[in-house]
């Protein structure tokens, strides 16, 4: 429903506050007669503080008095008239009015919208709890640029008194000067003669004493003037404070912690131009206050008048000085995070933003950065304004840029492309602490001045904890320390304190989060994939979601304690599902083909009641970085029981050689993709094109043949009779276990699975041999 239809059914105060928006400034019977076209423009697209944006603005004027005449002229019969000289005359008004200001009639237009918008909302939440529901982050917006053309307003009154008090200041000067002109003519009458001097000198006497009457009255008058300003400053830096806490500790807070969680996978912090232009609106503001603050000062100290106005306008000063230190200071931020896990001698990049400098004019100066790569105890220090004596933690090369002014975005950063850490000095570790626990942060520090050298600041940020690593074999430990820290930190916390333990949900949050980035797939972790998981990691048989809700995991159970029965840990089983699945089996996972998160108990539990050739796909329990294939068998065992077999897992090693898709393909024994899809539906489309049919056709030019690997798993009777032979017929073997736990064949061992460790060494030996060229006898050529 249009805004204006809406606003005309307010009523009591909300009505008399949108009545009062109108005036000769802007008639409402423009806004009632031009509603549906007002409301149509894009007024916000239009920057009012950018002059090249006048142009658009005199269109929007220009249009809407077309509109206006246009109105007009349809108007007929008696009621018509009144209304077409009416509208007629409003058209001539706004032109006179905004032809010369055009960007005035947009910023008018924009308060009484936004006006009209708020007061709409408030007057629905009272009355509809269900129709008062709106986009949030579209209402904090309007909030805010409403405060701001609160601010605008406030300024732009306190402007106007400082020119009224020094006109009244300048005239108060030269009636000073009159009085002291008067003053010393009846001082030079002492050098007249009586009778002359008494002739004039009650006339000067009677003006001395009005034109020292009116001084001091007018003395007083000042006095009121000046401390009325000064209340009304200290109104304005009231709601700029609340107004720089919105910006600074919730908008930019929360961008910074989107950007934190964006490490581990979640959604892209978002664009910084919003802020910057919020930022900006700060600073242009606060300038503009702290300038009249300090021309009121100038007034005072021009024509010194006793009272607490010196006290008021020196407690004015620091506070604004205060605020505008704090927003240049909390806008010196790290646009782009180095990477948190940090490899020595190994290239990286990062870049630092000013979000004021270019409305403050920094780049007029450019100032230079300085990266340093610093401990956690270290950053604690700098954080207290402990000296920490330019300590370093390392040796960062290419640490050094100067900020860049890009004149098409209004942006001033630094870019370091070229970063690289030389070495690293590590602490002394605390208790199982181990290296790929320890904590880094790289230091960002800058000083630049505005005004002219009038206010020089020192700003530093710190990165997101970083983790060094010297090795690759650290990376998947590291990546743990930074994926608890991202997920867990607090806001304003101490760095880099993170809790020991948390809830497990908070934590499948997490996991959740980052496997679906790693991935890239919009299939995320299910209720019974979590499930899956905290089985495993609390060694718990429940499938009640419910009973782990409250449960608490600490960072030893994640990652330093080792599974039971286990030589890895619970983050190192899942980082290698999530590795193995982004490497080779990505598009399987998106299509559903994989199940993965269930055990050999459950598959088997699935798979019993289904027809033969029906199988699934699990990740290993026992191997990180294993896939295996469960499958309904086709033949019964001798004993007349229903068996389900399981491969030996793959991991990225196998995938190298042939890919899950052709493994699938070769086992023709595999007909049903759990619970009953046909395999070639499900995988067909990722199957290796076959060479060639010919051997001869496919003889290479050098004369030899390429050959073809295929994957065979042996007839079961083969593996009761003579396992070995079969194992050195096939070009690649595999390991199969029955799930039957009673069998007495010696080929069992106590756990009811085939003992193949060794075979299927050989198995992975011939495998290699066949990716190696063909004897001699193929193409007649010698190896």
Same mark, same amino acid.
């Given at each position: 429903?249009?805004?204006?239809? &809406?606003?005309?059914?307010?009523?009591?105060?909300?009505?008399?506050?949108?009545? %009062?928006?109108?005036?000769?400034?802007?008639?409402?019977?423009?806004?009632?007669?031009?509603?549906?076209?007002?409301?149509?423009?894009?007024?916000?697209?239009?920057?009012?503080?950018?002059? =090249?944006?006048?142009?658009?603005?005199?269109?929007?004027?220009?249009?809407?008095? =077309?509109?206006?005449?246009?109105?007009?002229?349809?108007?007929?019969? !008696?009621?018509?008239?009144?209304?077409?000289?009416?509208?007629?005359?409003?058209?001539?008004?706004?032109?006179?009015?905004?032809? #010369?200001?055009?960007?005035?009639?947009?910023?008018?237009?924009?308060?009484?919208?936004?006006? !009209?918008?708020?007061?709409?909302?408030?007057?629905?939440?009272?009355?509809?709890?269900?129709?008062?529901?709106?986009?949030?982050?579209?209402?904090?917006?309007?909030?805010?640029?409403?405060?701001?053309? @609160?601010?605008?307003?406030?300024?732009?009154?306190?402007?106007?008194?400082?020119?009224?008090? &020094?006109?009244?200041?300048?005239?108060?000067?030269? +009636?000073?000067? @009159?009085?002291?002109?008067?003053?010393?003519?009846?001082?030079?009458?002492?050098?007249?003669?009586?009778?002359?001097?008494?002739?004039?000198?009650?006339?000067?006497?009677?003006?001395?004493?009005?034109?020292?009457?009116?001084?001091?009255?007018?003395?007083?008058?000042?006095?009121?003037?000046?401390?009325?300003?000064?209340?009304?400053?200290?109104?304005?830096?009231?709601?700029?404070?609340?107004?720089?806490?919105?910006?600074?500790?919730?908008?930019?807070?929360?961008?910074?912690?989107?950007?934190?969680?964006?490490?581990?996978?979640?959604?892209?912090?978002?664009?910084?131009?919003?802020?910057?232009?919020?930022?900006?609106?700060?600073?242009?503001?606060?300038?503009?206050?702290?300038?009249?603050?300090?021309?009121?000062?100038?007034?005072? +100290?021009?024509?010194?008048?006793?009272?607490?106005?010196?006290?008021?306008?020196?407690?004015?000063?620091?506070?604004?000085?205060?605020?505008?230190?704090?927003?240049?200071?909390?806008?010196?931020?790290?646009?782009?995070?180095?990477?948190?896990?940090?490899?020595?001698?190994?290239?990286?990049?990062?870049?630092?933003?000013?979000?004021?400098?270019?409305?403050?004019?920094?780049?007029?100066?450019?100032?230079?950065?300085?990266?340093?790569?610093?401990?956690? +105890?270290?950053?604690?220090?700098?954080?207290?304004?402990?000296?920490?004596?330019?300590?370093?933690?390392?040796?960062?090369?290419?640490?050094?840029?100067?900020?860049?002014?890009?004149?098409?975005?209004?942006?001033?950063?630094?870019?370091?492309?070229?970063?690289?850490?030389?070495?690293?000095?590590? %602490?002394?570790?605390?208790?199982?602490?181990?290296?790929?626990?320890?904590?880094?942060?790289?230091?960002?520090?800058?000083?630049?001045?505005?005004?002219?050298?009038?206010?020089?600041?020192?700003?530093?940020?710190?990165?997101?904890?970083?983790?060094?690593?010297?090795?690759?074999?650290?990376?998947? /430990?590291?990546?743990?320390?930074?994926?608890?820290?991202?997920?867990?930190?607090?806001?304003?916390?101490?760095?880099?304190?993170?809790?020991?333990?948390?809830?497990?949900?908070?934590?499948?949050?997490?996991? /959740?989060?980052?496997?679906?980035?790693?991935?890239?797939?919009?299939?995320?972790?299910?209720?019974?994939?979590?499930?899956?998981?905290?089985?495993?990691?609390?060694?718990?048989?429940?499938?009640?979601?419910?009973?782990?809700?409250?449960?608490?995991?600490?960072? %030893?159970?994640?990652?330093?304690?080792?599974?039971?029965?286990? /030589?890895?840990?619970?983050?190192?089983?899942?980082?290698?599902?999530?590795?193995?699945?982004?490497?080779?089996?990505?598009?399987?996972?998106?299509?559903?083909?994989?199940?993965?998160?269930?055990?050999?108990?459950?598959?088997?539990?699935?798979?019993?009641?289904?027809?033969?050739?029906?199988?699934?796909?699990?990740?290993?329990?026992?191997?990180?970085?294993?896939?295996?294939?469960?499958? #309904?068998?086709?033949?019964?065992?001798?004993?007349?029981?229903?068996?389900?077999?399981?491969?030996?897992?793959?991991?990225?090693?196998?995938?190298?050689?042939?890919?899950?898709?052709?493994?699938?393909?070769?086992?023709?024994?595999?007909?049903?993709?759990?619970?009953?899809?046909?395999?070639? !539906?499900?995988?067909?489309?990722?199957?290796?094109?076959?060479?060639?049919?010919?051997?001869?056709?496919?003889?290479?030019?050098?004369?030899?043949?390429?050959?073809?690997?295929?994957?065979?798993?042996?007839?079961?009777?083969?593996?009761?009779?003579?396992?070995?032979?079969?194992?050195?017929?096939?070009?690649?073997?595999?390991?199969?276990?029955?799930?039957?736990?009673? #069998?007495?064949?010696?080929?069992?061992?106590?756990?009811?699975?085939?003992?193949?460790?060794?075979?299927?060494?050989?198995?992975?030996?011939?495998?290699?041999?066949?990716?190696?060229?063909?004897? %001699?006898?193929?193409?007649?050529?010698?190896?």
């Amino acid at each position: 429903m249009a805004v204006w239809i &809406q606003a005309q059914q307010l009523q009591g105060d909300a009505l008399h506050q949108m009545q %009062s928006l109108y005036g000769q400034h802007f008639p409402i019977e423009v806004r009632h007669y031009l509603s549906q076209w007002i409301e149509g423009q894009l007024w916000d697209a239009i920057d009012l503080e950018n002059p =090249q944006e006048e142009f658009k603005a005199k269109r929007l004027l220009d249009s809407l008095i =077309q509109e206006l005449q246009n109105k007009a002229e349809h108007q007929v019969g !008696e009621d018509g008239f009144l209304l077409k000289i009416k509208l007629g005359h409003y058209a001539s008004q706004l032109k006179s009015t905004y032809d #010369r200001c055009p960007l005035e009639l947009v910023r008018c237009i924009k308060h009484i919208l936004y006006t !009209e918008q708020r007061l709409v909302r408030e007057a629905t939440n009272s009355s509809s709890p269900v129709g008062g529901m709106m986009d949030s982050m579209s209402q904090k917006y309007q909030q805010i640029n409403q405060a701001f053309e @609160e601010l605008r307003l406030l300024t732009q009154d306190t402007e106007n008194d400082l020119r009224k008090l &020094q006109q009244n200041q300048e005239y108060f000067i030269i +009636q000073y000067q @009159e009085s002291l002109r008067i003053q010393a003519q009846l001082t030079s009458l002492a050098t007249l003669p009586p009778a002359d001097r008494q002739l004039r000198e009650p006339a000067l006497l009677s003006k001395r004493a009005t034109v020292e009457a009116w001084l001091t009255r007018e003395a007083n008058t000042l006095q009121k003037y000046r401390l009325d300003l000064a209340e009304k400053h200290q109104k304005t830096l009231q709601l700029l404070r609340k107004q720089q806490t919105i910006i600074l500790d919730d908008e930019l807070i929360q961008w910074k912690r989107r950007q934190q969680l964006a490490g581990n996978g979640g959604p892209p912090e978002g664009g910084l131009d919003i802020l910057q232009s919020w930022c900006e609106k700060l600073a242009e503001t606060i300038w503009q206050n702290r300038q009249q603050i300090r021309r009121a000062e100038h007034l005072r +100290q021009q024509l010194p008048i006793p009272g607490p106005i010196e006290e008021l306008l020196n407690e004015l000063n620091s506070t604004i000085t205060d605020i505008i230190s704090a927003l240049v200071t909390s806008t010196f931020i790290i646009e782009k995070q180095p990477p948190q896990v940090l490899k020595t001698q190994t290239k990286f990049a990062a870049t630092v933003r000013l979000l004021v400098g270019g409305k403050l004019n920094v780049h007029m100066n450019p100032p230079q950065v300085k990266a340093t790569i610093i401990s956690e +105890q270290q950053a604690k220090a700098l954080l207290k304004n402990e000296n920490t004596r330019n300590d370093s933690s390392g040796e960062i090369l290419n640490n050094n840029c100067v900020m860049e002014y890009h004149q098409t975005t209004g942006t001033l950063s630094a870019h370091f492309r070229n970063m690289s850490l030389k070495r690293i000095k590590r %602490s002394d570790r605390r208790g199982a602490e181990s290296v790929t626990e320890e904590k880094f942060t790289i230091l960002f520090e800058s000083q630049f001045s505005v005004g002219g050298n009038e206010l020089v600041f020192q700003v530093k940020t710190l990165s997101l904890p970083v983790v060094v690593i010297v090795h690759g074999s650290q990376d998947n /430990n590291a990546t743990a320390t930074v994926l608890w820290d991202n997920a867990f930190a607090e806001p304003g916390r101490v760095p880099f304190l993170v809790p020991d333990k948390v809830l497990w949900p908070q934590l499948c949050d997490a996991i /959740n989060m980052k496997y679906k980035a790693e991935v890239q797939s919009n299939r995320g972790l299910s209720e019974e994939n979590l499930v899956f998981l905290a089985q495993k990691a609390f060694s718990s048989s429940s499938n009640n979601p419910d009973d782990y809700r409250s449960m608490t995991m600490t960072w %030893s159970q994640f990652n330093r304690e080792s599974l039971p029965g286990r /030589n890895f840990t619970f983050w190192q089983w899942f980082d290698g599902v999530m590795e193995l699945t982004k490497k080779h089996l990505k598009p399987h996972w998106n299509d559903g083909a994989i199940l993965g998160f269930v055990n050999k108990q459950q598959a088997q539990d699935m798979l019993m009641s289904k027809p033969n050739g029906t199988f699934l796909l699990r990740f290993s329990d026992s191997e990180i970085g294993g896939i295996t294939i469960a499958w #309904r068998q086709h033949y019964d065992s001798p004993t007349g029981e229903r068996m389900v077999w399981n491969l030996m897992p793959y991991t990225t090693k196998d995938f190298t050689i042939r890919s899950l898709a052709d493994r699938i393909s070769d086992l023709n024994h595999l007909l049903f993709l759990y619970p009953d899809r046909p395999k070639d !539906e499900v995988f067909s489309k990722y199957y290796t094109p076959p060479l060639c049919k010919q051997p001869c056709v496919s003889k290479a030019v050098d004369g030899y043949v390429k050959p073809q690997i295929k994957q065979v798993v042996p007839e079961e009777s083969c593996f009761f009779c003579c396992i070995g032979d079969v194992l050195s017929a096939c070009l690649s073997t595999v390991w199969l276990h029955s799930v039957s736990r009673d #069998r007495s064949d010696s080929m069992l061992d106590a756990d009811g699975d085939f003992d193949l460790d060794d075979t299927m060494d050989v198995a992975r030996h011939v495998e290699e041999l066949l990716r190696r060229p063909v004897e %001699s006898q193929w193409g007649g050529q010698q190896s």
